[in-house]
């Protein structure tokens, strides 16, 4: 057995606690200073000197295979479309070591120093990287001790039915522990919507797995596409295993048009990941919620051959949100906290996510007064307990 004693955080800004936790869960949350564990019992004990105390950030859509983090700068130099992105990696990610287990352990320690302790992370799988890129990223999970959480999709980022052969590489990445496949831009990048969402639902069907799709088309192409993607998901019974990432066409639509999609999104049990880019129009958030549609906030790629930005941060996407949708008041700014950390859980099948007693112990200290302090000034990581083991001790990464 292993125990640490967390003594004096603040939950979401509340009345100080004392977190014990014994073998990686949270098993009490007391008044601080009552805890029924007494520290002369914890193997090991923090002083959290009323620090603000959160859970565990979720990222639900990350790229860890195909950063350069690490590396010296790399200047961008591909087309500005999305062809153009594909072509500029496939050409130069060798002269990177991409994917590697190194780059993919850098991504997901940069994810823990900034307080995420689970992550749903798209994985390239082509005709030239087959399978290697889960390995990969597997492989550099395990190094970190389970810390973080990994959940792969495994992601046809090259194409799908242009590209035969990358289906058998699907199925069989479904077969071996990806927990969902992924899909690209049916449309523009197949030129075939309805044949490549037949192929990724009958693979899903078959295998159990769910299916998460990048969809950057815009407008009307894009709302027909979210059309084919819900009648198939209700004629293979995937209700809450299909999600869409991007989306950019909901926020665009007329207002009648959007409420009509956003109704027939939440009766198919699908669920929406972004990454709030500055540049995209605003979601109905606040429709979605109401209609039953889940939302996660991911980082998307950092740092690599598509774009520069980005620091595995979720807190900086949190705000993004927030300053996309002209988020104000105390109760949406936290709302936004929260999609960073518990509304997260959903996108990597955790039921219990959350400061509280039975839950995996996955805990992120700030120097903060409450939860929408923290989202507008995004301020360091102190403390990162992920799993119960202590992953960032007063600033500073252990791992
Ligand atoms: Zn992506």
Do not use: C
């Not at 087959?130 to 090259?158: M, S």
């Amino acid at each position: 057995m292993t125990s640490l004693l967390l003594a004096d955080v603040r939950p979401w800004g509340g009345d100080a606690v004392d977190v014990t936790i014994i073998d990686g869960l949270i098993s009490d949350l007391s008044p601080a200073g009552n805890s029924t564990d007494s520290s002369t019992e914890t193997e090991q004990r923090i002083d959290g000197r009323g620090l603000l105390a959160l859970p565990g950030f979720v990222n639900a859509h990350a790229h860890v295979d195909k950063s350069w983090w690490g590396q010296p700068w790399v200047s961008y130099g591909g087309q500005p479309t999305t062809q153009g992105r594909i072509a500029h990696e496939r050409a130069e990610r060798d002269k990177y070591g991409i994917p590697s287990v190194d780059g993919a352990k850098a991504v997901l320690r940069e994810f823990l120093r900034h307080g995420t302790t689970a992550t749903r992370t798209h994985v390239d799988v082509d005709l030239g990287v087959e399978l290697r890129g889960i390995a990969n990223v597997l492989e550099a999970a395990a190094a970190l001790g389970g810390a973080i959480d990994v959940e792969i999709v495994a992601f046809p980022q090259d194409g799908v039915l242009r590209r035969p052969g990358v289906l058998d590489l699907l199925d069989k990445a479904a077969a071996e522990g990806a927990t969902s496949i992924g899909g690209l831009d049916p449309a523009t990048i197949d030129r075939d919507p309805v044949g490549q969402l037949d192929a990724l639902f009958e693979i899903a069907a078959r295998r159990g797995v769910g299916i998460d799709l990048h969809l950057h088309d815009h407008g009307d192409l894009g709302a027909f596409q979210y059309e084919l993607i819900a009648e198939r998901t209700v004629q293979a019974g995937l209700q809450g295993k299909v999600n869409v990432s991007h989306g950019f066409a909901l926020g665009e639509l007329a207002p009648a048009r959007q409420s009509e999609m956003v109704d027939q999104l939440g009766e198919a049990g699908i669920s929406w990941t972004t990454v709030a880019p500055a540049t995209s129009a605003p979601l109905p958030f606040r429709e979605m919620r109401a209609a039953g549609v889940p939302i996660g906030l991911g980082t998307d790629g950092i740092r690599d051959l598509w774009s520069p930005y980005g620091d595995g941060d979720l807190l900086q996407i949190a705000r993004g949100f927030a300053r996309l949708h002209g988020l104000r008041t105390d109760e949406d700014l936290t709302y936004a906290v929260e999609l960073a950390t518990t509304y997260g859980a959903s996108f990597v099948h955790r039921e219990n996510h959350g400061l509280t007693v039975g839950a995996r112990a996955d805990i992120v200290l700030l120097d903060a007064e409450n939860a929408p302090d923290v989202l507008v000034r995004a301020p360091r990581r102190e403390y990162v307990i992920a799993g119960g083991q202590v992953v960032v001790r007063d600033g500073e990464l252990q791992v």
